[in-house]
């Protein structure tokens, strides 16, 4: 049986988009003129996530801590387009806890950087998230070569962090991401969640 999904905020979509594009960007600083096509770079980059999928999920148990104790649960997610290729949004359930684990990602692309900031919300705080009920900051990158990398400043247990997601192994119908954590601005990395990704089946 096909997922029911709920659309994201559409007051929360305008509201960030309205705020990303008066600051430039992530990057700040006043935009310049820049030719169609070549604002178009990199705007297709999650055009192969449309849909739905199933997510066999690995997840570290405790983060930062030098364990190596993992758990693994299933997820649907739905992803769609967001009006005027300014990005997409999805939303992702998980009914291994109750009530149900809910995760929403709204990824915006910048077409002056060539960049994508991906940001991040859930239902629950603490377990498998550390926060809710609140935006968390974004990652930001690109894709080169395949691969997506994608990265922000954060906080964790009170402590600085840098977040890290990897997107990799992409095809039409299956994919890879990982989050990773440096406490360390960046010289070490500890791998923390897993995602790996299969298209639904229509039935």
């Given at each position: 049986m096909k997922p029911r999904f709920t659309l994201f905020p559409l007051w929360l979509i305008s509201s960030l988009?309205?705020?990303?594009?008066?600051?430039?960007?992530?990057?700040?600083?006043?935009?310049?003129?820049?030719?169609?096509?070549?604002m178009s770079i990199g705007a297709h980059d999650?055009?192969?996530?449309?849909?739905?999928?199933?997510?066999e999920?690995?997840?570290?148990?405790?983060?930062?801590?030098?364990?190596?104790?993992?758990e693994t649960f299933q997820a649907r997610q739905h992803v769609q387009q967001l009006p005027g290729g300014i990005g997409n949004f999805d939303e992702f359930v998980a009914k291994?806890?109750?009530?149900?684990y809910v995760g929403m990602?709204?990824?915006?692309?910048?077409?002056?950087?060539?960049?994508?900031?991906?940001y991040w919300l859930t239902n629950q705080n603490g377990g498998i998230d550390s926060k809710s009920g609140a935006l968390m900051p974004?990652?930001?990158?690109?894709f080169e070569n395949g691969v997506g990398i994608f990265e922000g400043a954060d906080e964790f247990n009170g402590k600085p962090i840098?977040?890290?997601?990897?997107?990799?192994?992409?095809?039409?119908n299956s994919a890879r991401w990982?989050?990773?954590?440096?406490?360390?601005?960046?010289?070490?990395?500890?791998t923390n969640w897993i995602m790996q990704m299969t298209r639904a089946s229509n039935k």
């Open positions: 988009f309205i705020s990303f594009n008066a600051n430039g960007g992530e990057g700040g600083g006043q935009t310049t003129s820049t030719p169609k096509a070549a999650f055009d192969f996530f449309m849909g739905d999928w199933v997510i999920n690995r997840k570290l148990i405790k983060r930062l801590e030098g364990s190596d104790q993992w291994t806890w109750k009530p149900d990602s709204l990824r915006v692309f910048n077409p002056e950087t060539k960049l994508w900031s991906i974004p990652v930001v990158g690109k840098l977040v890290r997601y990897t997107w990799s192994q992409i095809t039409n990982e989050q990773a954590f440096s406490p360390d601005a960046g010289k070490s990395w500890e």
